[in-house]
């Protein structure tokens, strides 16, 4: 950030007092600028004990499976983005179910927030966003064409979970993996 979006003056980098953070900060107004994580919500859509799937049609990772997630919109709650997105991404409407999993993922600034949800008719397909919408069960999942690491994490839960009958909260943080020391 180089200008304040206030006024347009130019900010600097400080820690505001009472605070323990670098901060944009405007000289001019006073302003400070936070920036916080985002928050991305999705569902996983389950029929028949089936998850529905999208092959993104979308930078980044086009041509990969994920399940259906994006940004929370200002003005939504948790639930409607997420039933938003799935239907942007699949073309088909969902029961929401309860909170599911959520992900921490500190090095880009992102908090995952997944619902399960019930896919109630046939009608999915392909979507701008989405190259090729399917119901995979655990054994044909394509596990090496998923898009990013919080999807094996919460397929492998819910497979787990279904087995028993019993979706507790999931609460993980996904890190960027350690380089080796030399």
């Known amino acids: 950030m180089k200008y304040c979006s206030n006024c347009g003056e130019t900010v ?23 920036l916080n994580p985002k928050i991305i919500v999705g569902t996983v859509p389950i029929k028949n004990g089936k998850v529905l799937l999208c092959k993104r049609a979308i930078p980044p990772r086009y041509g990969l499976w994920t399940i259906p997630a994006g940004f929370l919109e200002n003005g939504e709650t948790i639930e409607q983005g997420a039933f938003r997105e799935t239907e942007e ?3 088909t409407q969902v029961e929401m179910d309860k909170l599911y ?9 992102q908090v ?14 392909e979507t701008t966003e989405s190259l090729e919408v399917k119901l995979f069960s655990e054994e044909d999942v394509p596990w090496e064409e998923l898009a990013f690491p919080f999807v094996p994490a919460v397929l492998k839960s819910y497979f787990k979970d279904a087995r028993n009958n019993d979706f507790p909260l999931t609460i993980e943080t996904i890190e960027r993996p350690k380089s080796p020391k030399n």
């Open 89 to 91: 991404e699949t073309a």
């Open 12 to 34: 600097e980098k400080r820690i505001p007092e009472d605070d323990n953070r670098l901060r944009h900060y405007c000289t001019s107004c006073e302003s400070i600028h936070y």
């Open 101 to 109: 999993a959520i992900f921490n993922i500190p090095q880009i600034h």
């Open 112 to 125: 995952y927030m997944l619902h399960l949800a019930r896919v109630t008719n046939d009608d999915f397909k």
